[in-house]
């Protein structure tokens, strides 16, 4: 059927009698979801849209002045779009000690922001 004819349906349902009333607004709800197919929300992700980059300072020693600002301008690019992580084109390789967990990492290393050495991770 076509909406017109349901439509058309719903006119004649309410016009006969009370009794079809209810048979109306349900043809009628029909209609309407037929008619603008539901659209899917996107689930916001927590967190995103930071632009400091952090990593432990040897690491950030070792690399040149250009890999640094490569990697302080992607992290900048997704947090002004609001994203949650930047590129994966920009991992960085070799930033922890082989052997070494996770725990290890976060807590004994010094970290640092990579477009502002001097200042520890967490500082503004």
């Known amino acids: 059927m076509k ?3 349901l439509n058309e349906v ?3 349902l309410y016009g ?3 009794m079809h009333k209810k ?3 349900i043809v009628e709800n029909h209609v309407d979801e037929m008619k603008e197919p539901p659209t899917k929300k996107k689930k916001k992700q927590k967190g995103g849209g930071t632009r ?3 990593l432990p300072a040897a690491k950030i020693a070792s690399m040149s002045k250009k890999e640094r600002q490569r990697l302080v301008n992607a992290k900048q690019k997704s ?3 609001g994203k949650y992580r930047r590129s994966s084109k920009t991992n960085v390789k070799g930033a922890r000690k082989k052997g070494a967990t996770l ?3 976060f807590q004994k290393e010094d ?3 990579v477009n502002n050495p001097s200042k520890k991770c967490g500082e503004k």
């Open 103 to 105: 725990r290890d990492w």
């Open 10 to 12: 719903v006119k004649q």
């Open 111 to 113: 970290w640092r922001q």
């Open 79 to 81: 947090g002004k779009a």
């Open 16 to 18: 006969a009698s009370k």
């Open 3 to 5: 909406y017109k004819d």
């Open 23 to 25: 048979q109306a607004q």
């Open 52 to 54: 400091k980059t952090c």
